[in-house]
T-cell receptor, first 112, second 112 residues
Framework: DADVTQTPRNRITKTGKRIMLECSQTKGHDRMYWYRQDPGLGLRLIYYSFDVKDINKGEISDGYSVSRQAQAKFSLSLESAIPNQTALYFC???????????FGPGTRLTVL | AQSVTQLGSHVSVSEGALVLLRCNYSSSVPPYLFWYVQYPNQGLQLLLKYTSAATLVKGINGFEAEFKKSETSFHLTKPSAHMSDAAEYFCAVRSGTYKYIFGTGTRLKVLA
């Protein structure tokens, strides 16, 4: 089984809809991250969390919110989706002893 | 603030030829640098990392990178490209607060 899973893998929605992307990890690490990937822009950090009670904004948090329901679960919400939020979204967890990030397979989100 | 710059968004090499993917960093403190690879329709996975132990770092699949402080570079190389190396490669730097800043990526194409 994959260490980091994301659901859904693909989602098409309409402008103004609320969307939640879910992430679960079995690595047992405290640190989790949400990124979005756009062609030519690489990965940009949306939010990150170092434990259940510690949530921090990344460089592009406007229009997004997160919830850390447990050590293993970190959800990303788009309160009112807009077309420029169309992107590939990745969840990751990092191992503090090896400084390695483990990524999920991604969620491709299209906002019409 | 730390940052990385990847030169060349697309690189093409012939099978068996040298692979050279360029990454320059900016950091006011000794950096922790990484190369990640993304195969089509997958998340990112770690290729190698520099954590100040040795300037020449060997990674998986025959890749290596050399940290050059004088040139603020961390270029990725592989002596002989294989068709399976076709992917997108990301350079990243870790900030002191355990955020990871990614470059814009270089897509490697291997020609038969």
């Amino acid at each position: 089984d994959a260490d980091v899973t994301q659901t859904p893998r693909n989602r098409i929605t309409k402008t103004g809809k609320r969307i939640m992307l879910e992430c679960s990890q079995t690595k047992g690490h405290d640190r989790m991250y949400w990124y979005r990937q756009d062609p030519g822009l690489g990965l940009r950090l949306i939010y990150y969390s170092f434990d259940v009670k510690d949530i921090n904004k990344g460089e592009i948090s406007d229009g997004y919110s997160v919830s850390r329901q447990a050590q293993a679960k970190f959800s990303l919400s788009l309160e009112s989706a807009i077309p420029n939020q169309t992107a590939l979204y990745f969840c990751a967890t990092s191992d503090p002893t090896t400084d390695t990030q483990y990524f999920g397979p991604g969620t491709r989100l299209t906002v019409l | 603030a730390q940052s990385v710059t990847q030169l060349g968004s697309h690189v093409s090499v012939s099978e068996g030829a040298l692979v050279l993917l360029r990454c320059n960093y900016s950091s006011s403190v000794p950096p922790y640098l990484f190369w990640y690879v993304q195969y089509p329709n997958q998340g990112l996975q770690l290729l190698l990392k520099y954590t100040s132990a040795a300037t020449l770092v060997k990674g998986i699949n025959g890749f290596e990178a050399e940290f050059k402080k004088s040139e603020t570079s961390f270029h990725l190389t592989k002596p002989s490209a294989h068709m399976s190396d076709a992917a997108e490669y990301f350079c990243a730097v870790r900030s002191g607060t355990y955020k990871y800043i990614f470059g814009t990526g270089t897509r490697l194409k291997v020609l038969a």
